[in-house]
């Protein structure tokens, strides 16, 4: 059953699978012996058909049998089932039926943080991100992903319960009250729309993967880039994707200062993923960096070497980015020595990107996962959130797909535009409703340019974050138990 849930994230997006799997799910738990197990089980279909993607990366890029490919792939699985396997444990022998309503969602919360922060954190299909496109999308804006999260458990314990006892009254009353609720809630325009557009053109360059970090094709990629750049200089601001400049940074010092001259010369900002080596520290960074315009009123501003408008991805990707207990790790296998594997992490919060006088609030990959990490880094001055990938890893996998769906989150959760841009697709605006805007076919090399307007205002998710939810978590599980023990 677990499996199913695949199908209602992207790019299947069949909202209802979410509210029938769960349901069932909760159904079986009430008659089940046993709430791990039947946790753990669900969750190794959940995971295991969701993220398949990862397989993709492991098998061709990774350098294992398949059966080293198959097994490292159900340790991961494993893993992440743990969680709704504890979820599944504490609700059936630690509450009591009658308080799953209350408990259940709050229970929900507490676990699918502790998945987004253990062992740096995997957030990947919770269950609000499969929502985007249903009726109860209203609610993100409001509660955000997280709290979307526990109204989905809550209406699916209401469903389970009322089939349990023959009376689907009190459900049908939560979920007609819950979609109307959304579908209301999604008329309002918490942000307004400013009159002037930005013009804004992202390069999708379609490099594959095992030509990114080989010597020889360096010069090509540059080229590439440079040339697909050429017709669309007239743009306020220009982004490539990330790391698509496959040099480290001191070494492209030299195209990088024309590149600005160029931009300077256009009045264009361009914003580019690179890769730096710090040979004083030792340290290597994921980076976003800004050439060309940088502010509206001064025009002098050159790129110089390790100059300060740039971003140090923070949220580094285990295996790809970081390898834990490396001494060990990497005499194992091939995937455990991947280039650029052993990059420094950047700090929680960063200054915004500036291009053209506009602030961007950055995030590299799948940093875009972590809405409280993106809060951290909004600003009074914020204009767009900026998202820059290389899914290339993933292939033709439902990954890069799922990879959009969370961006269309984060739009609407704060009412930002958001600007993804990426190696070889999906490259898409998205609007402040979470809406696409446009975007790029996969695995084309293109230039997207688009007109995307400014908000002002704030979304109330974007104001109070996931405070009063936790408010709620913190005061009713407490009170569930301590009404449990005053009824025994």
């Known amino acids: 059953m677990g499996a199913l849930l695949t199908f209602s994230y992207a ?7 979410m509210l029938a799997c769960l349901s069932g799910f909760f159904y079986l738990l009430l008659i089940s012996p046993s709430g791990f197990k039947s946790g753990f089980a669900f969750g190794l279909g959940w995971f295991g058909a969701g993220i398949s993607w990862v397989h993709v990366s492991i098998s061709e890029f990774g350098g294992l049998p398949l059966a080293g490919s198959i097994g490292l792939m159900l340790i991961l699985c494993s893993y992440l089932a743990l969680y709704p396997a504890i979820f599944a444990s504490l609700l059936k022998h630690r509450v009591k039926p009658s308080y799953w309503l209350i408990a259940a969602p709050l229970l929900w919360v507490v676990v699918e943080w502790l998945r987004s922060w253990l062992l740096t954190g995997f957030p990947w299909l919770s269950i609000g991100y ?6 109860l999308a209203g609610w993100i804006a409001v509660i955000g992903e997280s709290g979307l999260s526990a109204l989905l458990i809550a209406i699916c ?14 459900p049908a009353f939560l979920l007609v009250v819950s979609i109307l609720g959304g579908w209301t809630l999604d008329q309002y325009d918490w942000v307004s729309v400013k009159a002037q557009p930005v013009s804004i053109a992202m390069v999708q360059g379609n490099i594959k993967q095992e030509m990114r970090w080989i010597p020889e094709q360096e010069l090509s990629t540059m080229a590439k880039y440079q040339k697909m750049t050429q017709a669309h200089w007239s743009n306020d601001i220009i982004i490539w994707p990330e790391a698509a400049i496959p040099q480290l940074e001191s070494t492209a010092e030299d195209y990088l200062v024309q590149l600005d001259e160029k931009a300077l010369q256009t009045d264009t900002g361009l914003i580019t993923g690179i890769v730096n080596y710090n040979y004083n520290t030792r340290q290597v960074f994921n980076n976003l960096i800004v050439l060309g315009k940088q502010s509206n009123t001064d025009k002098t501003e050159h790129y110089h070497y390790l100059h300060s408008n740039r971003y140090d991805k923070h949220h580094l990707l285990p295996i790809g980015e970081f390898i834990p207990f490396e001494n060990v790790l990497r005499k194992l296998a091939p995937i455990f020595d991947l280039p650029m594997s052993s990059f420094t992490q950047g700090d929680f919060q960063q200054q915004n990107l500036l291009a053209k006088g506009y602030h961007l609030a950055p995030a590299i990959c799948f940093e875009i996962a972590f809405p409280r990490q993106i809060s951290a880094n909004l600003t009074e001055q914020t204009d767009f959130i900026i998202t820059v990938s290389n899914d290339a890893w993933f292939g033709a996998s439902h990954g890069p797909d799922q990879h959009l769906e969370i961006a269309q989150v984060r739009a ?4 930002l535009p958001v600007l993804r841009a990426t190696n070889n697709g999906i490259t898409a605006f998205i609007d402040h409703k979470g809406h696409i805007q446009s975007r790029l076919p996969q695995f084309e090399a293109a230039v997207l340019s688009d007109d995307i307007f400014l908000t002002d205002g704030v979304t109330p998710y974007r104001m109070l974050g996931d405070l009063p939810l936790w408010i709620l978590t913190l005061v009713g599980l407490p009170l569930v138990f301590w009404r449990q023990k005053r009824a025994k």
């Open 11 to 17: 790019p299947f997006s069949i909202w209802p699978v």
């Open 130 to 135: 499969s929502q985007i496109d249903s009726p």
């Open 157 to 170: 314990i209401s469903i389970s319960t009322g089939l349990r006892k023959h009376n689907i009254r009190a």
């Open 412 to 415: 609407k959760e704060f009412g």
